[in-house]
């Protein structure tokens, strides 16, 4: 028996992966040792920093184009920009997480497994200091989420859609105030990733299958035997077309689009809204990292026969994402809807065939990142004594009551609305330049069409807050603590900064579109 | 002949260029400048100007004047006598490139100088006039926005320049005439001028578009060299364009009907915008434009035309009218009427009419002025009918007024003499009969005018007193508003004389306004017939006038027939234009409303209302039991493996 010959490791390139898992190790022991009056503060230090340092090494690696351990794990362009995206991003969404003065004790409920609606429950959500276990949890989703984007085979791929979710299902249970919505929300997110997960796992069996048939090369999961075993492959592959099915499903599960959409709108809605916001960024951004990656490395032979499909189902999300948003009269879900026609915009991205295409899904991601951050920002501050008040009815007249907030919310709106000057309106131009571009002219039709769809709720809550008369319900608006207005400010300056003056963050994204293999 | 070859000119024949301007006339945009500062200082400064404010403006225009002058006799040491200033480039769009430049041309410099020295006496007089108006501040401030934007549009040195000013003007005339907007007929009459300016405006817009597409520049430099090259009717429907734009912003016909409505604003703003200086802006573009107007001996047909039935519709009606501003106001689009004629006549002709137009503003703005202080004695009481014997109560403005009326009925030695009446003699001077239809046109409406001015000074000032019971002792206005009165005078006695030999001389450096190439046409009378024809048509419309009103008139309005009838209606202009544009125009409104509401509001509200209701069916799959959702991500996953199953066996693509 031979030695065990272990692949050579780059710890450097993984060094961000790394430090957001040993910071989560690090808050694991913090709940043991530290006293719980600190906790809080500590837990927070140590995630940010971790964040921080972890953003710090993908800027030093900003160069690296290279293939490590084992060929597990790809770290290139697209894998640094978006590890980085994700980063930014989470520190906005931790900084969201960490807020503790608009409510007493914070967003999160202070022990989890208390009765829901009993009376315990009710004395503990009057103000004890809320479970700063999420710190934790969130390290462990960002780390996953870092694997994820730069997974560079499919086992390892499911290995990071695992370690990203689950700690998502627990925080999404998190919630401090209606804690059966909250809890419901978590136990079907929980029920239909675990069923995806399955598609997806049973996917990845069929394409090794695949791989396996093809005469010469050695079978595996791994994205450039994949990419070989496409572009030789002698025979009808329906291995590889029902494995490539069954793994897109996966990840547009994660990916909330339609119609594996379902769970968006009720898991938006349940769960605490820093957490929504961390989901409707980063999680965006992971799973269209992976997208990305799966159909521009793994499976590029098969373009021409994916891409009419991904492409119906792009159509579907955006055109179920923008007409069911148009009734729904709870913010949260408005936004939920809005996310889900935006998963559509991306896979417009995702299938237009060329760099461009990589470029402008990323810089996409980015962009709606920075917004819908800033836009679930506002929602934590729209509030009354039971909590958040997120029906609309409670919206109107908000313009008066808080011109301020109301004016910054009408800005982020414009922006989902992609008006000029406004960094959604530079985000599709340049998905749709790149679908036009690489001949997809159908989905950039569908995409314009949605478009105008999708605008009117935006611009009905526009209306609500702005022309109509305060009623004796609507809430005003906290005053926010310096975190949430940290977090709102980054936001809303980088959505304003992204319509104004696009060209950097276009240009780092246009150099950082060329996987490896 | 090779040397003659190389050293022919490279330019085509009637190549129109301008120097830079240099040294002192570089600072011409402090013309613009410093009236269009204390506009903005005025308007902003808001209420802590309402003591000085008035003043502010008043010196502001005195200095332009001043400044004026410098650089007219800075312009008469220089070779061409034209200058031209480029201060930036003000479009740059593609092909098109607007230079924010000046010029300043003995045009121009005429302009200049009525626009400031009148506009100077005017704001003068305005001090008192509006002294007990609360909004004095806020009038001087737009009066100082006219009269900076007014000198843009004299001054600038390509038709985007002219249009950025023409509209400006517009604004100003628009905000003077609704000055009193609490008045329902200022308001009205505002809205009318604006919107009958707009027709004229589109046509000035859509010319320079032409100049634009086929010269690919609004340069007048590059426009007047390059017409040459154009076709017959390009030039015609350019020249046409522009006509549109002049009649427009002159009055004259076809869009006449907003100028005597105008007179609801000040009396001052009647006098400076809509006698002296805004409504020559149309006089002023085709004189500016006189290369284009030249090229096309069509086009000069019809702005003579136009000039001539104007004048002669401008004077049937003013001899109908009651209200001594609209007489004074159909005097004005008359005698703008014969202003087109003079530049319609091209040649020599231009200047004539540019003369005409000096001394008009002259006497115009004194008759005004004139009539401003009657009201000012009178209670704003603005019927003839209700005046006489006013002499004996209000000396100056009687005899300040006699020199106006004198001027323009064109006796000699007064201005409108010698202005008017070469206008006259150059109607002649044409090759066929159209000779006879225009001179005699021109000699007519000098008789109609005597007619209808005669009248006018008598029943105002002469004859039995037929003031209404509340005034018992009309007085006279204070100084400040004579003295400017008498100067005017003073301009309108000798500004003629002074002014018929050296302007023509003047102005021939400006560009294409030399006359001297064209060869005199022989008139088909005698100048000398001519002359004592038009001396004698002016006598006898005097006399008649005097004869009939010399012992007043009825104060109410009597039974007349139906050339009076006609008059008094503003010969059914109105009413041509009502069921001509405003009914089918109404017509086109409620229809285009009428398919709007239903044909593109129904298609839209249709398909919101689809999204709408297919929102709310599709909301309904949205159970909120993880069983249902499973169900749909299994279908859909069924769904997807499908098609691509399809896909690979080859049904689908």
């Known amino acids: 028996m031979s030695e065990l010959k272990l692949p050579p490791i780059d710890y450097a390139a993984l060094a961000p992966t790394l430090i957001l898992l040993g910071a989560a190790l690090v808050g694991v022991l913090v709940e043991a040792f530290v006293p719980r009056r600190r906790r809080h503060v500590v837990q927070l230090a140590v995630a940010l920093l971790a964040v921080l340092g972890a953003l710090t090494m993908v800027v030093l690696n900003a160069n690296d184009r290279l293939i490590t351990i084992g060929g597990a794990i790809a770290i290139d362009g697209p894998a640094l920009f978006l590890q980085g995206a994700i980063l930014v991003l989470a520190a906005m969404a931790l900084l969201l997480i960490g807020e503790r003065t608009v409510e007493r004790g914070g967003a999160f409920v202070a022990q989890a497994a208390v009765t829901a609606e009993s009376v315990d429950d009710r004395r503990q959500a009057e103000g004890a200091p809320g479970a700063t276990e999420v710190y934790p949890l969130t390290s462990f989703a960002v780390g996953g989420m870092l694997i994820f984007v730069a997974a560079n085979d499919l086992l390892t791929m499911f290995i990071a859609l695992e370690v990203l979710s689950l700690p998502l299902y627990l925080l999404c249970a998190l919630a401090r105030r209606r804690r059966l919505l909250s809890q419901e929300a978590a136990m079907k997110y929980f029920l239909?990733?675990?069923?995806?997960?399955?598609?997806?796992?049973?996917?990845?069996?069929?394409?090794?299958?695949?791989?396996?048939?093809?005469?010469?090369?050695?079978?595996?999961v791994d994205f450039a035997t994949i990419h070989a075993a496409v572009a030789e492959s002698p025979s009808s592959p329906v291995l590889l077309f029902g494995g490539m099915a069954l793994i897109a499903i996966g990840l547009l599960f994660k990916a909330g689009a339609a119609p594996f959409h379902v769970w968006t709108p009720d898991v938006y809605q349940g769960a605490p809204t820093p957490i929504t916001g961390f989901m409707a960024a980063c999680t965006k951004v992971a799973a269209f990292g992976a997208l990305l990656r799966v159909f521009h490395v793994a499976f590029e032979g098969a373009r021409w026969d994916f891409t009419p499909v991904l492409g119906t189902v792009a159509v579907l999300t955006m055109l179920v994402g923008a007409v069911l948003a148009v009734t729904?009269?709870?913010?949260?879900?408005?936004?939920?809807?809005?996310?889900?026609?935006?998963?559509?915009?991306?896979?417009?991205?995702?299938?237009?065939?060329?760099?461009?295409?990589?470029?402008?899904?990323?810089?996409?991601?980015?962009?709606?990142?920075?917004?819908?951050?800033?836009?679930?920002?506002?929602?934590?501050?729209v509030r009354d004594a039971d909590g958040e008040a997120t029906h609309l009815s409670r919206w109107a007249g908000l313009g008066q009551r808080s011109p301020f907030y109301a004016g910054l919310f009408t800005f982020i709106l414009l922006a989902f609305a992609g008006i000029p000057l406004t960094?959604?309106?530079?985000?599709?131009?340049?998905?749709?330049?790149?679908?036009?571009?690489?001949?997809?002219?159908?989905?950039?039709?569908?995409?314009?069409?949605?478009?105008?769809?999708?605008?009117?709720?935006?611009?009905?809550?526009?209306?609500?807050?702005?022309?109509?008369?305060?009623?004796?319900?609507?809430?005003?608006?906290?005053?926010?603590?310096?975190?949430?207005?940290?977090?709102?400010?980054?936001?809303?300056?980088?959505?304003?900064?992204?319509?104004?003056?696009?060209?950097?963050?276009?240009?780092?994204?246009?150099?950082?579109?060329?996987?490896?293999? | 002949m090779m040397e003659i070859l190389a050293k022919a000119p490279v330019e085509p024949v009637g190549a129109v260029t301008y120097a830079t301007a240099e040294g002192l006339l570089g600072s011409v945009w402090l013309l613009v400048a410093i009236p269009l500062v204390s506009a903005a200082i005025l308007l902003l400064l808001g209420r802590r100007a309402d003591r000085w404010g008035h003043w502010l403006g008043v010196a502001s225009v005195g200095v332009a004047f001043l400044l004026g002058l410098t650089y007219f006799f800075q312009l008469r040491g220089l070779e061409n006598r034209s200058v031209e200033l480029s201060l930036w480039d003000f479009i740059a769009v593609g092909d098109l490139r607007v230079d924010f430049g000046l010029l300043f041309d003995p045009l121009a410099a005429v302009f200049v100088l009525l626009i400031?020295?009148?506009?100077?006496?005017?704001?003068?007089?305005?001090?008192?006039?509006?002294?007990?108006?609360?909004?004095?501040?806020?009038?001087?401030?737009?009066?100082?926005?006219?009269?900076?934007?007014?000198?843009?549009?004299?001054?600038?040195?390509?038709?985007?320049?002219?249009?950025?000013?023409?509209?400006?003007?517009?604004?100003?005339?628009y905000l003077l005439i609704s000055f009193w907007y609490v008045r329902p007929a200022a308001a009205t009459a505002?809205?009318?001028?604006?919107?009958?300016?707009?027709?004229?405006?589109?046509?000035?817009?859509?010319?320079?578009?032409?100049?634009?597409?086929?010269?690919?520049?609004?340069?007048?430099?590059?426009?007047?060299?390059?017409?040459?090259?154009?076709?017959?009717?390009?030039?015609?429907?350019?020249?046409?364009?522009?006509?549109?734009?002049?009649?427009?912003?002159?009055?004259?016909?076809?869009?006449?009907?907003?100028?005597?409505?105008?007179?609801?604003?000040?009396?001052?703003?009647?006098?400076?915008?809509?006698?002296?200086?805004?409504?020559?802006?149309?006089?002023?573009?085709?004189?500016?434009?006189?290369?284009?107007?030249?090229?096309?001996?069509?086009?000069?047909?019809?702005?003579?035309?136009?000039?001539?039935?104007?004048?002669?519709?401008?004077?049937?009606?003013?001899m109908a009218k009651d209200d001594i501003k609209r007489v004074l106001a159909w005097s004005t689009v008359s005698q703008i009427g014969y202003m087109f004629l003079g530049v319609g006549l091209g040649g020599a002709a231009y200047a004539l009419a540019i003369v005409h137009l000096l001394a008009h503003g002259f006497f115009k703005a004194n008759m005004f002025l004139g009539a401003g202080s009657v009201m000012h004695g009178m209670k704003d009481q603005v019927d003839i009918r209700?005046?006489?014997?006013?002499?004996?109560?209000?000396?100056?403005t009687w005899l300040t007024f006699m020199a106006g009326w004198l001027a323009i009925i064109g006796l000699p030695p007064f201005s409108g003499f010698f202005s008017k009446e070469p206008i006259i003699v150059a109607a002649f001077e044409r090759d066929d009969w159209t000779a006879w239809l225009f001179g005699l046109a021109a000699l007519l409406g000098a008789g109609l005018t005597a007619f209808y001015m005669t009248r006018l000074f008598v029943l105002t000032f002469h004859g039995p007193a037929r003031w209404t019971e509340e005034i018992d002792h009309p007085h006279e206005s204070p100084k400040l508003m004579t003295i400017p009165l008498i100067l005017l005078a003073v301009g309108s006695i000798g500004a003629g004389a002074l002014m018929v030999g050296p302007v023509p001389e003047w102005l021939e450096a400006t560009a294409g306004l030399g006359g001297g190439s064209e060869a005199a046409h022989e008139?088909?009378?005698?100048?000398?017939?001519?002359?004592i024809l038009s001396i004698g048509v002016t006598v006898i419309g005097a006399g008649l006038a005097w004869f009939l009103f010399r012992r007043g008139t009825a104060t109410e309005p009597q039974p007349a027939g139906v050339l009076v009838t006609a008059a008094r209606k503003n010969l059914y202009t109105d009413a041509v234009n009502e069921t001509v544009f405003e009914k089918p125009g109404?017509?086109?409104?409620?229809?285009?409303?009428?398919?709007?509401?239903?044909?593109?509001?129904?298609?839209?509200?249709?398909?919101?209302?689809?999204?709408?209701?297919?929102?709310?069916?599709?909301?309904?799959l949205q159970t909120g039991f993880v069983r249902s959702y499973a169900t749909s991500i299994l279908a859909g996953a069924l769904l997807v493996v499908a098609a691509f199953l399809a896909v690979e066996a080859g049904w689908l693509m």
Do not use: C
Not at chain 2, 242 to 255: I, V
Not at chain 2, 386 to 394: D, E, P, S, T
Not at chain 2, 597 to 615: E, P, Q, T, Y
């Open chain 2, 386 to 396: 209700r005046f006489g014997g006013l002499a004996k109560y209000m000396k100056i």
């Open chain 2, 116 to 173: 400031t020295g009148v506009g100077f006496l005017i704001h003068l007089y305005a001090v008192e006039y509006m002294s007990h108006d609360p909004g004095r501040r806020r009038f001087f401030a737009y009066f100082n926005l006219f009269v900076a934007a007014m000198l843009l549009l004299v001054l600038g040195n390509n038709y985007v320049m002219l249009f950025f000013g023409w509209e400006g003007v517009g604004l100003a005339s």
């Open chain 2, 190 to 318: 505002g809205k009318k001028a604006f919107l009958m300016n707009r027709v004229g405006d589109a046509g000035l817009l859509i010319g320079i578009f032409i100049m634009f597409a086929t010269l690919g520049t609004t340069q007048y430099d590059e426009v007047f060299t390059g017409v040459g090259s154009l076709t017959a009717t390009t030039v015609l429907l350019l020249g046409l364009l522009l006509l549109l734009g002049a009649a427009g912003k002159s009055g004259q016909f076809p869009l006449q009907a907003w100028l005597p409505d105008a007179m609801e604003g000040p009396t001052p703003v009647s006098a400076l915008i809509h006698a002296a200086t805004m409504v020559t802006a149309g006089v002023y573009l085709i004189a500016r434009s006189n290369p284009i107007f030249s090229a096309n001996s069509t086009l000069q047909l019809v702005v003579v035309s136009v000039g001539a039935l104007t004048l002669l519709l401008g004077a049937v009606i003013g």
């Open chain 1, 192 to 220: 239909l990733g675990a069923y995806a997960s399955a598609f997806f796992l049973f996917g990845v069996a069929l394409v090794y299958g695949f791989t396996a048939g093809v005469p010469g090369r050695s079978a595996g």
């Open chain 1, 423 to 517: 960094s959604g309106f530079t985000s599709k131009f340049a998905v749709f330049s790149a679908a036009f571009d690489g001949g997809q002219g159908w989905l950039v039709i569908a995409g314009v069409l949605t478009s105008m769809v999708l605008a009117f709720p935006y611009l009905r809550v526009v209306v609500l807050m702005w022309l109509s008369e305060p009623g004796e319900s609507t809430p005003a608006v906290v005053m926010p603590g310096w975190l949430t207005s940290a977090a709102l400010t980054i936001g809303v300056v980088a959505t304003l900064v992204l319509g104004v003056f696009p060209q950097p963050l276009l240009d780092l994204a246009a150099g950082a579109a060329e996987f490896v293999r």
């Open chain 1, 328 to 381: 729904q009269t709870d913010i949260k879900r408005l936004l939920a809807y809005s996310s889900i026609a935006n998963a559509g915009y991306l896979l417009v991205g995702v299938l237009a065939p060329t760099s461009d295409g990589v470029s402008g899904t990323m810089f996409y991601l980015v962009a709606y990142g920075f917004s819908v951050l800033a836009a679930f920002a506002v929602v934590t501050l």
């Open chain 2, 586 to 620: 109404i017509f086109l409104t409620r229809a285009l409303v009428y398919l709007d509401n239903r044909g593109i509001d129904g298609l839209v509200n249709a398909l919101a209302a689809g999204v709408g209701g297919g929102s709310g069916r599709l909301r309904r």
């Open chain 2, 523 to 531: 008139t088909v009378l005698s100048h000398l017939a001519i002359t």
